[in-house]
């Protein structure tokens, strides 16, 4: 008897993985400010005194501290996704580096779908907000990547869902 292969943690016999998507990488637009503040600034004194050799290393010392504090928020929108699978809609949040909230929510279960696109900015670069209504509250997904593919491919999850238990109910 052949195992069943497993595309996820936490995934249930019989569910079908559909697609997996994260936050846009503008979301992580603050560990690139937290990698070049330190940096640009620690690289003023080498202006100020450029025949001091010692002063060369400070920034490299605002380097390494930029370079830290960016990999810490990489290390938190990188191990954030979405799994959607034929089921449920799983969202896996990185708090910290030990930390992680996980939410899932069945497809069964949401009302609607509405996605924004925030003005120029999320044109240009692809990202929006994506809006979950279920009867319980609302799951918002700030800053998606292609908000418009995701809203369409949800949409699709949720009709085939719903289609899959209008099937299973007996009349």
Known sequence: MAKEQVDFEGQ???????FVFRRHIIAM????????????LSALPVFLWPS???IYYIPLAGFLIGLV??????????YTIYIVTNQRL???TQHGFFGKDVVE????KIQNISYNIPGLSGELFGFGTI??????G??????????EKIYNKLQDAVAAASQEGNEKVPS
Not at 12 to 18: I, Y
Not at 131 to 136: A, H, L, P, S
């Open 138 to 147: 609302d799951l918002i997904i700030n800053k998606a990547e292609h908000p």
């Open 12 to 18: 249930r016999e019989g569910e079908e993985l559909l």
């Open 69 to 78: 504090l960016f990999l810490y928020h990489f290390l938190m929108w990188y």
């Open 105 to 108: 929510l069945g497809l069964s």
């Open 131 to 136: 809006v979950i209504q279920t009867y319980v």
């Open 52 to 54: 001091t050799l010692e």
């Open 90 to 92: 799983r969202q896996i």
């Open 29 to 40: 637009r603050k560990g690139f400010y937290l990698f070049l503040i330190p940096f640009a």
